[in-house]
């Protein structure tokens, strides 16, 4: 493979399959890179097979996904999955993008003349006390064990969190025969939802696809609580209890109302985190936007961020679902196509005004969503002095309280006094909750998210072995 391309994909998600679908139609030599050994993403991932035997099923998602993949594999497209990249780069003198990339088939590095970054995104947990007792799981893990792996995390599940995703979770556990004691939903989406309803307005489908999880739930009358949360965790080797306590408007534990519930198996979620490690590595401007989790690039309408030719679309750029993923792929493909001459500036306005209408919907939509579901300020009050909030460096909230104490003011000024955000994750899980609980700490309004900034994100991206970068500096190909 020439290691010199027109476009490198980073993304085999709902979004990364149809930037290069797209771009590839009009003529756009395109590179496909993931790192799973298959195409899908997280969404697509979750839905395989039926899991129920024998059943030759289908569903809307399933038929969607396969149709999709199957296109992408169909158009001359070049697929390098099971592929990290690890690293991205400029140069001063050299106007292509350098990734630097680890895979048994993969080149040490590619060089491209733009990239469309979809690298999806995380799932955003809760740090309470007894939170890294085995048995506590996230709901994107939970899913995938069940899906992907045919596993029952648990045997009596207590699921706690923010979103539709909590739902989707319980009715996969009933479905599978597991026992959910309940179903705990951080804010108060009745009220929240009648104010933004008419975002929602059209959404017909995922009202839908909501009303049978909710369906599953009262078929098995499993108990929902509006305003409820698990605070903490007990147990000797694993999960043998969970606490749940009600929450004021603020989402701050209500003294009093305090509950024990005997679970094996405690599920949170409180939204997803868009993935923005490779984008922030390449140095584009992002910005934090209230209903948010996270740092998110700012983009223009094609999607393209502050650095010429390169985009990113989908969940990385800010939670808003797969149909919102996709449109945004579609234009950014073909953003690409015009910047490299395949198409001219009148074909993509042409392309743009017809996308135009669906795209301002899911927008309306995905903001909908950030308005209900935001996570509640108060939740970090649910921590105390011995919770490990880094978990990749057991860094609790007292060592972090030090620090700030000490004069840190910034979550890099933590990371330095700490060691927060410097393990295998490189802060993905806690960058925010470190921010967050600096924030409690202070207790003053002017300190805010984006005057406490980011963790600096350095290659490599991810764990490597040795002697992948060992074999990148050989091969001149260290940046």
């Known amino acids: 493979m020439s290691t010199d391309i027109q476009l490198a994909v980073i993304g085999a998600g709902p979004a990364g399959l149809e930037a290069a679908l797209t771009a590839s139609e009009y003529g756009v030599d395109v590179v496909l890179i993931d790192g799973s050994p298959q195409a899908g993403g997280q969404y697509y991932q979750q839905f395989p097979e039926p899991f129920e035997a024998g059943s030759n099923t289908k569903t809307s998602v399933q038929k969607e996904a396969q149709l999709l993949i199957h296109m992408v594999e169909s158009a001359p497209i070049r697929r390098l999955y099971n592929t990290l990249v690890w690293g991205a780069f400029t140069r001063p003198d050299d106007p292509l993008y350098t990734l630097a990339l680890y895979g048994p088939d993969a080149p040490a590095q590619l060089r491209a003349h733009a990239v469309i970054i979809a690298s999806g995104a995380y799932d955003f947990p809760l740090p309470f006390p007894g939170w890294t007792l085995p048995g506590v799981f996230t709901a994107g893990a939970a899913q995938g064990l069940i899906k992907n792996q045919r596993v029952f995390p ?41 104010r933004n309803l008419p975002a929602a307005w059209g959404q017909w489908g995922r009202m839908a696809e909501g009303g049978e999880y909710s369906y599953a739930m009262l078929r098995s009358r499993t108990p929902y609580r509006l305003g409820w949360s698990v605070v903490a965790a007990h147990g000797d080797t694993g999960v043998e209890e969970a606490v749940i306590a009600r929450l004021s408007p603020d989402g701050h534990p209500i003294p009093g109302s305090q509950e024990t519930l005997a679970v094996d198996t405690i599920i949170t979620g409180f939204g997803l985190i868009p993935n923005t490690g490779l984008s922030r590595m390449l140095g584009c401007k992002h910005i934090q936007r209230q209903g948010q989790t996270g740092w998110i690039p700012e983009r223009d309408k094609i999607f393209q961020t502050t650095l010429p030719g390169l985009f990113v679309v989908g969940d990385a750029a800010g939670i808003g679902g797969a149909e919102l993923a996709r449109l945004e792929g579609q234009v950014a493909g073909l953003a690409v196509a015009q910047r490299l001459q395949q198409i001219s500036d009148g074909q993509l306005n042409t392309a743009y005004q017809r996308i135009q209408p669906a795209l301002k919907r899911q927008q309306r939509f995905a903001r909908f969503l950030e308005n209900v579901f935001a996570p509640l300020p108060g939740l970090t009050a649910i921590p105390d002095e011995t919770t490990v909030i880094c978990r990749c460096e057991e860094v609790t909230l007292g060592q972090i309280r030090e620090a700030v104490h000490m004069g840190a003011r910034s979550v890099n000024e933590v990371k330095m006094l700490t060691r927060t955000g410097m393990g295998n994750c490189q802060g993905r899980i806690c960058e ?48």
């Open 154 to 194: 648990g045997q009596r599940v207590l699921i706690s969190g923010s979103g539709p995703l909590q739902l989707a979770t319980a009715a996969e556990l009933i479905h599978a025969g597991v026992e959910v004691a309940a179903v705990l939903e951080s804010s108060q989406p009745v009220w929240n939802g009648l």
């Open 432 to 479: 925010l909750w470190v921010a967050r609980m600096i924030q409690r700490i202070l207790d003053d309004p002017t300190v805010t998210l984006d005057s406490l900034g980011a963790f600096t994100v350095r290659p490599p991206l991810q764990p490597l072995p040795v002697s992948a970068l060992a074999l990148a500096a050989e091969s001149n190909d260290e940046p």
